[in-house]
């Protein structure tokens, strides 16, 4: 059987931060959302840097074609000498003409965009009227400007929400809807499981197609499986689903408490949610055990930059039994990390926001074993002599729920095992925090 989860411990008073920050672009969620939805493409109306950015996060893809681009603005346009909104017309109507098979147009608000006022939401009206929504055309905002680079994927999920046509919601609703862009192999996992565990009618968000689109009405629980989606919660409330309140499916406690929130909103039985989860929880375990001898004891500390923060060091301090000296996130939604803070141990500094320069002397201050932290941060950190483990990582890689418990451990394990190979050591050292 499951043991209850601990009642809220006192982490401290949260350290507010307004400063400089050091966070990646929204416009980077494209990236795994254009992979996840196939028929989908991604037009970013922003500037060549945008395009560089965008380009060098995906990588050279010499084989495919990718389908994500940039509508580039230049100096005319941000010196407001040409019609954007023409501009964009005949950009969409080339793309459409050379790429037909497009059936989700996503139009991507960037920061130039966004400091000339550029209208999205105007241009996605008259495109969808002037090709009577095939493709359908959405737009949100990915600028770095205020954002980290998960709210992207955050924005665009709400956006997709509020655009879900009115006999769609009028229709049958989902039991289940499972916000959050997850890995196919890790849907198919989870769907699987709530298969087995009876529940019926469940749509992830994002589907694997755009023409999968959620029933939701007000017999529809939601459920979140990234941490990060506040926008996306508030739409799929607005068209009245409820949430269903657990903790986040990283490991196998996690994982567990997550599906046995859903269970218990079901109505499934001790003894089925047993017989399901039974065998791949010891798997679970199993794999994980594998890394915890490098990981047990270790003091760390997590910057703030992707927002899962709060569940990965839940998960370091209960399931690889590491000291957790900060937790930073850009952004706390407190409501969907209660759960996460609760079961954080006594004494633990939370952060949210960033004072960049003043987080790093903390963190030079406390002499860590690992840092969790964003790309910008971490080479400097290493040429210190600080171990780091790049936060964004933990955005592109599967991780959720039991198979990937072992990736998971082995994500933090992998540059304590690197300094370990470079130091001599044969084995991980077990030592206990002071």
């Given at each position: ?331 706390l939604h407190r409501e969907h990390v209660a759960g996460e803070l609760a079961m954080l141990p006594p004494g633990v500094s939370i952060s ?83």
């Amino acid at each position: 059987m499951n043991q209850p989860l601990p009642t809220p411990c006192n982490t401290g008073s949260t350290i507010r931060q307004r400063g400089q920050h050091e966070v990646f672009c929204g416009l980077t969620s494209i990236i795994w959302l254009h992979r996840k939805i196939p028929d989908a493409f991604f037009l970013v109306v922003g500037s060549r840097t945008c395009a560089h950015l965008i380009q060098s996060a995906a990588g050279v893809m010499i084989f495919s074609e990718p389908r994500f681009a940039t509508a580039i603005m230049d100096e005319r346009d941000l010196a407001g000498m040409a019609d954007m909104h023409d501009e964009l017309d005949e950009v969409v109507e080339k793309l459409l003409e050379r790429r037909p098979e497009i059936r989700m147009l996503v139009l991507v608000g960037s920061c130039p965009s966004e400091v000339i006022k550029f209208d999205l939401g105007r241009a996605a009206e008259r495109l969808n009227a002037r090709y009577a929504s095939r493709p359908r055309v959405l737009c949100y905002s990915g600028s770095g400007i205020e954002t980290t680079f998960t709210q992207g994927e955050d924005n665009f999920l709400a956006a997709l929400v509020r655009g879900l046509p009115g006999d769609i919601r009028s229709g049958r609703p989902a039991q289940l809807v499972v916000a959050g862009s997850l890995a196919d192999v890790v849907e198919d996992q989870m769907a699987r499981l709530l298969a087995d565990l009876g529940i019926e009618d469940v749509v992830f968000l994002p589907g694997r197609s755009s023409d999968v689109l959620a029933p939701i009405g007000p017999q529809t629980r939601y459920v979140l499986a990234q941490p990060y989606l506040g926008a996306t919660a508030a739409a799929l409330e607005s068209a009245g689903a409820r949430r269903i309140d657990g903790i986040f499916p990283l490991g196998e406690e996690g994982t567990t408490a997550w599906l046995q929130a859903i269970a218990t909103t079901f109505g499934v039985s001790a003894s089925r949610f047993e017989a399901v989860t039974a065998a791949p929880r010891r798997r679970a375990r199993e794999a994980t055990a594998h890394y915890r001898p490098w990981i047990e004891g270790k003091r760390i500390f997590l910057f703030p930059d992707s927002q899962m923060e709060p569940s990965l060091a839940r998960y370091l301090n209960r399931e690889l039994d590491a000291e957790i000296i900060e937790v930073g996130s850009p952004y706390l939604h407190r409501e969907h990390v209660a759960g996460e803070l609760a079961m954080l141990p006594p004494g633990v500094s939370i952060s949210e926001g960033q004072d960049v320069e003043v987080q790093i002397d903390r963190c030079r201050a406390a002499r860590p074993d690992l840092i969790v932290c964003g790309m910008g941060l971490a080479n400097p950190f290493e040429a210190q002599g600080l171990v780091t483990k790049w936060s964004i990582e933990f955005a592109f890689t599967p991780i959720q729920g039991y198979e990937q418990a072992g990736d998971l451990a082995e994500l933090f394990a992998r540059p304590l095992m690197r300094q370990g190979l470079l130091s001599g050591a044969a084995s991980p050292s077990r030592r206990v925090a002071s």
